[in-house]
């Protein structure tokens, strides 16, 4: 079945680094665009990073960008996303997303997620 | 940024009644907005794409409208296992963004 996991978080200090990864299986990986979306306890969804897929384009938002890096390997069906200068507001549950048709371009709804994998930024 | 207003914040429905959320965005979007249903401790699930199309294996009481800057998200009869959280999503631009979620608690 389609199916996407996540894997890599813990906790880290400030400053510190992550790399989250997101095996996915069931799909043809290499040819749909992916999203990270976090959320943070008790709150709503952010979206966090998009990557084309083909790994051409990639995009931030704002409150990552300089800090995050989303890249994927289309021969290991995984996509990741490197986390560096980790602060307490990236504290959350990080669900890696799967576009809904090909070529979305991310312009696609998220048909597909995660369990998601939880980071906690503390001293 | 295209900022997504929902509202309730919060609301709470007897079994059956009928449940409408809005959402709406700070500027038009065209259809591009998408409904996701969220249970405690799970992940979301995707309810409705682009504003009215129904989804594989989503109960039919779920069904969705509107475009532009206005969009409903109505659950009809109401039962027990929809209590969760329902965020709307746009990706009519980047970056993308989600509404602040409509939490459903069952009287």
């Known amino acids: 079945q389609v199916q996407l996991v996540e894997s890599g978080g813990g906790v880290v200090q400030p400053g510190g680094s992550l790399r989250l990864s997101c095996a996915a299986s069931g799909f043809t990986f290499s040819s749909y665009g992916m999203h990270w979306v976090r959320q943070a306890p008790g709150k709503g969804l952010e979206w966090v990073a998009f990557i084309r897929y083909d790994g051409s384009n990639k995009y931030y938002a704002d409150s990552v960008k300089g800090r995050f890096t989303i890249s994927r390997d289309n021969s290991k069906n995984t996509l990741y996303l490197q986390m560096n200068s980790l602060r307490a507001e990236d504290t959350a549950v990080y669900y890696c997303?799967?576009?809904?048709?090909?070529?979305?371009?991310?312009?696609?709804?998220?048909?597909?997620w995660g369990q998601g994998t939880m980071v906690t930024v503390s001293s | 940024e295209i900022v997504l207003t929902q509202s309730p914040d919060f609301q709470s429905v007897t079994p059956k009644e009928k449940v409408t959320i809005t959402c709406r965005a700070s500027?038009?979007?065209?259809?591009?907005l998408h409904w996701y249903q969220q249970k405690p401790d799970q992940s979301p699930k995707l309810l409705i794409k682009?504003?009215?199309q129904s989804i594989s294996g989503v109960p039919s009481r779920f069904s969705g409208s509107g475009s532009g800057t206005d969009f409903t998200l109505t659950i009809n009869s109401l039962e027990a296992e929809d209590a969760a959280t329902y965020y709307c999503h746009q990706s009519s631009s980047l970056p993308l963004t989600f509404g602040g979620g409509t939490k459903v608690e069952i009287k």
């Open positions: 997303a799967k576009e809904s048709y090909i070529a979305a371009a991310g312009r696609g709804a998220f048909d597909i």
């Open positions: 682009y504003a009215s």
């Open positions: 500027q038009s979007i065209g259809s591009s």
